[in-house]
């Protein structure tokens, strides 16, 4: 399989979905065509909330839904596990550096964004204006402040072993937390912000170490954890509850 088609990111020709109806449910299933793929693969992806089906080059799409239909009772069980899209509007828990904040709105209030402690020790994240920019405010709040808090601990682990950054950006990632390029361009989810600041720090140590080893060899391992002494709680941390940083700021 030539190596593009292993990326995660790699978005194959456009193929048909089947809709699993019951009076209960209507379950989309998004079906992936993969040249080498020898049988038939379900996967419920909780960050998309879809469901996709992997199947091999010739297979027929009637045979896709016969598929899917007999593993309807699993993908349901699973589609229903997944925590339920926080929106940012007034009242909405949203995290911050791991700890929850109630978002308020203050709409005579000057300023944009800012955090605070209520009459009740309750953190609250306040955002000014008029209610349709809530939303919008909040999501622009974040992103900000997960660039300059990975900007920080990018540039002190880069001094820390002595490499060059490029540049730091945050983008709205599924599959990976962190990337670095070749060149030292370094890219994160914004949605970091949302987690411990021991995870945010950590990954930022993951991205920074690949400028001297390009790879998860031993040494990349063994430098990463000199940087960060947080290395395995913050990998442990991710896959427990990393998914669930997904769920925030839907549409
Ligand atoms: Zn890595």
């Not at 940012?88 to 709105?105: D, K, N, R, S, T």
Request: net charge positive; hydrophobic share 40%.
């Amino acid at each position: 399989m030539p190596r593009s088609l292993r990326r995660v990111d790699f978005a194959p020709p456009r193929e048909p979905s089947i809709v699993l109806s019951s009076p209960h449910e209507t379950i989309c299933v998004n079906l992936r065509r993969v040249p080498g793929a020898k049988r038939f693969t379900l996967r419920v992806r909780s960050a998309k909330r879809d469901v996709v089906l992997t199947m091999p080059w010739r297979a027929s799409v009637s045979s896709a839904r016969e598929f899917a239909e007999r593993h309807r009772d699993w993908i349901g069980a699973r589609m229903r596990r997944i925590p339920a899209p926080v929106r940012f509007e007034p009242g909405a828990i949203v995290p911050l550096f791991g700890e929850p904040h109630e978002i308020a709105h203050r709409e005579g209030a000057r300023g944009v964004v800012w955090t605070e402690v209520g009459d009740n020790g309750e953190r609250l994240l306040c955002v000014a204006g008029r209610g349709e920019h809530v939303a919008r405010r909040v999501a622009e709040f974040l992103r900000r402040e997960a660039l300059k808090r990975l900007r920080q601990s990018v540039l002190a682990h880069a001094s820390a072993i002595g490499v060059v950054i490029q540049r730091v950006t945050v983008r709205d990632t599924i599959s990976r937390w962190g990337s670095c390029s070749v060149s030292g361009a370094l890219s994160f989810s914004w949605r970091l912000v949302m987690a411990p600041e021991f995870v945010l720090d950590y990954l930022a140590a993951h991205e920074v170490a690949h400028r001297r080893h390009h790879n998860h060899s031993p040494e990349f391992w063994a430098l990463t954890k000199s940087m960060s002494a947080a290395t395995d709680k913050a990998e442990a941390w991710l896959k427990a509850r990393g998914s669930e940083l997904h769920r925030y700021g839907a549409e």
